[in-house]
């Protein structure tokens, strides 16, 4: 069983749905959540990150993380074409120094119908 | 545009060659970290520098090597080629040991092995 198991889709919305898009994870240790996103032949970049469990909402986004269900998810209001993006999940361990890389799941291709 | 500078942006190649892919940090970023992102196995860590020293490693085949210059940019360096290590492979880079998981990502450099 891989660490985060995420969906790939694709997963095809019209625009201007709710979109929610979810990642599982194994290791209880798990202590920091992130989503990217990532646009074709681009990089990934952060879009939010939440430490525990709990909500975050960042404009058009909301992180939740239940870390009872080591289940993480995010919620895109008012999606956009420009949303269109695959969603990278990403998890860490609290380390003292932090000298650990981020485990990604595979990522969840979007695509926002215009 | 992240600030983070990864070339070359594509490399072809035969397998048993050896390559060298470079990354130039954003400025003041004291951490690189190198990930490799293929269909099957998504984003996976490689290893991450600090200052110069290695802080990390993840994934990272015998094959493979990388280090980190006192300018702070770093190199990846892969030999032995052989056709499963086409993939991307990005460079990104954070201030300190991103304990918040905020890592800013080059555009990759796209690795063909034929």
């Known amino acids: 069983q891989k660490e985060v198991e995420q969906d790939p889709g694709p997963l095809s919305v019209p625009e201007g749905a709710i979109v929610s898009l979810n990642c599982t994870y194994s290791n209880s240790a798990f202590q920091y959540f992130m989503w990217y996103r990532q646009y074709s032949r681009k990089g990934p970049e952060l879009l939010m990150y939440t430490y525990s469990s709990g909500n975050k909402e960042d404009g058009r986004f909301t992180a939740q993380v239940d870390k009872s269900s080591k289940y993480i998810s995010l919620f895109i209001r008012d999606s956009h074409p420009c949303d269109s993006a695959t969603y990278l999940c990403?998890?860490?361990?609290?380390?003292?120094?932090?000298?650990?890389?981020?485990?990604f799941g595979k990522g969840t291709h979007l695509i926002i119908q215009p | 545009d992240s600030g983070v500078t990864q070339t070359p942006k594509h490399l072809i190649t035969a397998t048993g060659q050896r390559v060298t892919l470079r990354c130039s940090p954003r400025?003041?970023?004291?951490?690189v970290y190198w990930y490799q992102q293929s269909l099957d196995q998504g984003l996976q860590f490689l290893i991450q520098y600090y200052n110069g020293e290695e802080r990390a490693k993840g994934n990272i085949l015998e094959r493979f090597s990388a280090q980190q210059f006192p300018d702070l940019h770093s190199e990846l360096n892969l030999s032995s080629l052989e056709l499963g290590d086409s993939a991307l492979y990005f460079c990104a880079s954070s201030v300190g040991t991103s304990r918040t998981g905020e890592l800013f990502f080059g555009e990759g450099s796209r690795l063909t092995v034929l």
């Open positions: 400025s003041g970023d004291l951490s």
């Open positions: 990403a998890t860490r361990v609290a380390s003292g120094g932090g000298a650990d890389g981020l485990t």
